[in-house]
């Protein structure tokens, strides 16, 4: 690196950095951010286990049948359940009485309960869930009760069958079929689950199409300010008067650009990283390999030089609706173009694969820049190379026609002059 290149690369890291809103908005606020949303996750969870703790569940035992009793027993084992009967003869008085104490869920057991199942007929049992508020403890308490039903039930059944069939297997005959899933993933056979598998792969593959969306769009905003800034407080054209080349000057702003964007992009997945390790649970059990859809050196290593050709070119293109506008509040706006292209593919390849897209969908995201390592993501971690060295040779044609168009630019009066209108 020349001499002057690294005066002026600090120059615009420092300039970036000391700026109060690029310093908050880009850097600080996604640290904070994010472990917040997790520790507020934590907490909803944790209201809702705490909830838990004590079930109140109201029964009206109409029935009064040996079945009912075993319901209610059921019931009363389960830990932290808290049960409430009551002997009244009108349903509404009851559920105002179970409301107005309080209970999460309300059971009611008609009569002929028993009889009907005796006799081949399904018995009703009524659920009442008593909504209190929008929160994961209502919905955790119906679930841990109709658990409980759901047992009871099973227990029924397998009964019935050993009453009926005394020399059978009944959990055989409830559960006739055993599968046992494994996945096939570049070759070789895992003990995982598919759907595990496609759950923890689909979440890696969410995170491509994020990081690369946040880097361009970061990226881009810091260049595009760099500039207009420049332009808002007419220093730039002092910068042009001095011995340095136009061109190492261009490379400058897009080396400081992208050096703080990289910082910004880090402090968004620390945080998000820590968000989804709070508020999610882990795809993996004890015995899966995460080495499955692992991505190896050369993978990365390709990944990394797409990356990086997509985001000269952003910065280049950044630069240049830059250098048309006057002041910082128009540059962003006329940013809005860059987004587009930015945003459309991310959206798309987060919930698709390209190869299942109809063909004038495919052409259209091959031919923007900005997809390639999207597509090159998903494609190395099935060892497919071929994709996303061939998007690798398009973005570097495409980054050199971008900075060539650039460097031209910076080396005419235009860089000055240059302006849009907005009426």
Do not use: C
Request: no cysteine; glycine share 4%.
């Amino acid at each position: 690196m020349s001499r002057y290149l690294k005066i002026i690369v600090t120059k615009e890291v420092k300039e970036l950095i000391r700026d109060p809103r690029i310093l908050i908005g880009i850097i600080l606020v996604p640290l904070l951010m994010f472990p917040l949303m997790g520790y507020a996750f934590s907490l909803a969870s944790e209201s809702a286990e705490k909830e838990l703790m004590s079930l109140k569940v109201s029964v009206l035992d109409e029935d009064k049948s040996e079945l009912s009793r075993v319901l209610l027993e059921t019931l009363r084992s389960a830990p932290n359940v808290v049960l409430s009967e009551s002997n009244t003869s009108d349903v509404d008085e009851w559920l105002r009485s179970s409301w107005g104490s309080g209970a999460r869920v309300a059971i009611r057991i008609p009569r002929g309960f028993e009889s009907n199942i005796t006799s081949g007929t399904p018995g009703v049992i009524e659920v009442y869930a008593f909504i209190r508020s929008l929160s994961m403890a209502e919905t955790s308490a119906l679930e841990f009760v109709n658990s409980l039903v759901r047992s009871f039930e099973r227990n029924i059944t397998i009964s019935i069958i050993e009453r009926n069939m005394p020399h059978a297997n009944a959990s055989t005959i409830l559960n006739p079929i055993l599968e046992v899933a494994r996945t096939v993933v570049k070759g070789n056979v895992t003990d995982m689950p598919p759907q595990t598998f496609m759950s923890a792969a689909m979440s890696q593959s969410y995170m491509m199409p994020i990081v690369v969306m946040l880097l361009i769009m970061l990226a881009a905003q810091l260049a595009v300010t760099s500039v207009a800034m420049e332009k808002e407080e007419k220093t730039l054209e002092t910068l042009l008067t001095l011995p340095v080349k136009r061109v190492t000057i261009l490379w400058g702003k897009l080396a400081g650009s992208a050096i703080v964007a990289i910082a910004g992009v880090a402090a968004y997945m620390v945080g998000f990283m820590y968000y989804m390790n709070t508020a999610s649970s882990s795809f993996w059990t004890e015995g899966m390999p995460q080495a499955s859809i692992g991505v190896p050196l050369e993978g990365y290593m390709l990944l990394a030089v797409s990356l990086f050709f997509s985001l000269m070119s952003a910065l280049a293109i950044a630069v240049l609706l830059g250098a048309y506008t006057q002041d910082v509040r128009s540059a962003h706006s006329l940013l809005g173009i860059l987004y587009i292209p930015v945003f459309v593919p991310a959206f798309i390849l987060m919930f698709s694969d390209i190869s299942t897209l109809p063909l004038g969908v495919q052409i259209v995201l091959y031919a923007i820049p900005f997809s390639h390592p999207m597509i090159a993501a998903k494609s190395i971690v099935f060892g497919d190379y071929f994709i996303a060295v061939v998007g690798i040779i398009y973005n570097a044609l495409f980054m050199v026609a971008v900075l060539y168009v650039a460097a031209r630019f910076f080396s005419s009066e235009k860089i000055v002059t240059a302006k849009i209108s907005w009426g």
